[in-house]
């Protein structure tokens, strides 16, 4: 999209310079640079005019090759049991690939179960993300053992407690904590190192890779995909 719309004003520089209808007030020092920027665009890339005059994708055609690539991704994507779930499994999809903790993080969680709730046919799924090395996977996989072995109450519980620790890409720090709430630390820490819990962070960077996503919060809302943090009130445009 940049490209073209590069190309397009480079193109449209091409134009008025040759346009008889388009009066440049240029000096002549200006005209004869001006003339030789043209000359040297065309040397550089003679192609341009003919790629810019090229009509791009519609609306139509984007939105279907958007839907294509959802359809493919379904399964990781809408029916991945070890993600957070919940919601009427035939609703409205609203997918949110969350940071495992920032300072926004517990409010925002509330926020989207709030609109999920009100809309009533919506399901909200939540990915514990990033999962890049430089993003603490660390914390994204004590989240996933939290869910899996002892449930979604007390995920929500760690999600809001996280956020307010001092070092959540220390180990120890996570297991003080589990210490803390009284939850089992070995079977937790055994789940982190599990090579099933190396498979979800791993469908979950194709995920992200496929959608384009590399920034967080980042969400997919029925047939659309968003990337970047956007108001929740946006969110529910999209939905029933």
Request: include cysteine; charge should be negative; aromatic fraction near 8%.
């Amino acid at each position: 999209m940049c490209a073209r719309r590069a190309e397009a004003a480079a193109l449209s520089l091409v134009l008025a310079a040759a346009s008889p209808a388009v009066a440049l007030d240029l000096t002549e020092a200006e005209r004869a640079a001006f003339g030789a920027e043209i000359r040297a665009l065309l040397l550089e890339d003679p192609d341009i005019v003919g790629r810019a005059l090229a009509p791009g994708p519609s609306y139509a055609e984007e939105a279907a090759e958007d839907a294509a690539l959802l359809a493919e991704l379904a399964p990781d994507l809408y029916h991945d049991p070890s993600d957070f779930a919940e919601g009427p499994p035939d609703g409205t999809p609203l997918v949110a690939f969350l940071p495992p903790a920032c300072d926004a993080c517990p409010d925002l969680l509330t926020e989207l179960r709030a609109l999920a709730e009100e809309s009533g046919a919506t399901r909200l799924i939540v990915k514990d993300f990033p999962a890049y090395p430089q993003d603490n996977p660390q914390l994204a996989r004590f989240l996933t053992a939290v869910l899996e072995e002892i449930g979604p109450s007390y995920w929500k519980e760690a999600r809001t407690a996280l956020s307010g620790l001092p070092d959540t890409s220390d180990p120890e720090a996570l297991r003080r904590f589990s210490q803390v709430m009284g939850w089992p630390v070995d079977d937790l820490f055994a789940r982190m190192a599990a090579p099933e819990t190396d498979a979800r962070l791993a469908r979950m960077r194709g995920l992200a890779e496929a959608l384009g996503f590399d920034i967080f919060p980042s969400y997919v809302v029925g047939g659309t995909m968003i990337r970047g943090d956007v108001p929740p009130a946006l969110l529910a445009r999209y939905l029933p």
